[in-house]
């Protein structure tokens, strides 16, 4: 039972990364997925979120128009594409299942139950 996050890279401010998130081992298109992140410094902080079926998204406010989450259940994974990134952005992002009966959307840790590894996003100027 695992998240492998993937995608991370060093980008300059303005571009785009897509990241992605596998899972394996438990039965991935009934579970919602989020997207934290954790900048040098700082706690980690919910950055997106997506139903289990896809049809909803859920975003922090400072990334609503620049990132768009999706899924593919028929590949098991969740994508993250970050567009017009910033600097403010460089982190290690992570991915995270909600666990059964969690909030979906929810910011808080203590709503997932699986995490990533992380990888790493840094945006240069």
């Known amino acids: 039972v695992q998240l492998q996050a993937s995608g991370g890279g060093l980008v300059q401010a303005g571009g785009s990364l897509r990241l992605a998130c596998a899972a394996s081992g438990f039965s991935f298109s009934t579970y919602a997925i989020g997207w934290f992140r954790q900048a040098p410094g700082k706690e980690r902080e919910f950055a997106a979120a997506?139903?289990?079926?896809?049809?909803?998204?859920y975003y922090r406010d400072s990334v609503k128009g620049r990132f768009t989450i999706s899924r593919d259940n028929a590949k098991n994974t969740v994508y993250l594409q970050m567009n017009s990134l910033k600097l403010e952005d460089t982190a290690v992002y992570y991915c995270?299942?909600?666990?059964?009966?969690?909030?979906?959307?929810?910011?808080?840790?203590?709503?997932?139950?699986?995490w990533g590894q992380g990888t790493q996003v840094t945006v240069s100027s």
């Open positions: 997506i139903s289990w079926s896809g049809s909803r998204g």
């Open positions: 995270a299942r909600v666990r059964i009966g969690g909030r979906v959307g929810a910011s808080s840790e203590s709503e997932y139950d699986l």
